[in-house]
């Protein structure tokens, strides 16, 4: 059975950066699309990044939304199976918990893939 686990979160100042890790057990994330979401109190899940596979040696690209862009990286650490988000100038509306998955699509994760527990990242000062 595989397993997602997301860490880094916690509670930073306006301005400040926070970079959070998706590590993974018994499944090679090289070989897969991975999504970072996030779900703020009351409102539903949103993507936030989508970090391209890495298989075969082909260098990632990441998509951002345009809630977080210019202000969120993601990268990959293949040789440790972890992909990441940095997130810096962090604003109070980025307070979520931020779930990582083996899938950019919320709907594809779900029914066939894997989601992490989720991590919380609070905003404030």
């Known amino acids: 059975q595989a397993h997602l686990v997301e860490s880094g979160g916690g509670l930073v100042q306006p301005g400040g950066s926070l970079r959070l890790s998706c590590a993974a057990s018994?499944?090679?994330?090289?070989?897969?699309?991975i999504g970072w979401f996030r779900q703020a109190p009351g409102k539903g899940r949103e993507a936030v990044a989508c970090?391209?596979?890495?298989?075969?040696?082909?260098?990632?690209?990441?998509t951002y939304s345009d809630s977080v862009k210019g202000r969120f990286i993601g990268s990959r650490d293949t040789d440790n199976n972890i992909v990441y988000l940095q997130m810096n100038d962090l604003k109070p509306e980025d307070t979520a918990v931020y779930y990582c998955?083996?899938?950019?699509?919320?709907?594809?994760?779900?029914?066939?893939?894997?989601w992490g527990q989720g991590t919380q990242v609070t905003v404030s000062s």
């Open positions: 018994g499944l090679t994330l090289n070989w897969y699309a």
């Open positions: 970090i391209s596979s890495s298989d075969g040696g082909v260098v990632p690209t990441t």
């Open positions: 998955a083996n899938d950019c699509l919320e709907d594809a994760a779900t029914a066939y893939g894997y």
